[in-house]
């Protein structure tokens, strides 16, 4: 499945923090530097779906606030629009 996110780095807390134009924004505390934001994008929706970073990749946007993620998994999109909004 694929999703497109609109990342915030450099925040002091991760976390979700609602819509920015209609995408899902999360909020992370790496820079944009050397594949920081990058990496803990990949570990948080690890994390939060209970999959290997391995299932999870970017597709397009790594040098991009608005990534496309391809995650291997068998929840529904909305299923992973819920999990977000209660990290």
């Known amino acids: 499945m694929k999703i497109k996110v609109y990342i915030q780095p450099n925040s002091k807390k991760s976390g979700y923090a609602g819509l920015y134009d209609g995408l899902p924004k999360i909020k992370i505390t790496a820079p944009p530097v050397d594949g920081a934001a990058n990496s803990e994008i990949i570990k948080i929706f690890s994390k939060l779906l209970n999959i290997p970073k391995s299932?999870?990749?970017?597709?397009?946007g790594h040098v991009?606030?608005?990534?496309?993620?391809?995650?291997?998994?068998?929840?529904?999109c909305e299923e992973i629009i819920t999990i977000l909004e209660k990290f």
Do not use: A, E, F, M
Not at 55 to 60: K, N
Not at 64 to 76: A, E, F, G, P, V
């Open 55 to 60: 299932d999870v990749t970017i597709s397009s």
């Open 64 to 76: 991009s606030r608005l990534k496309i993620l391809d995650i291997n998994t068998d929840k529904s």
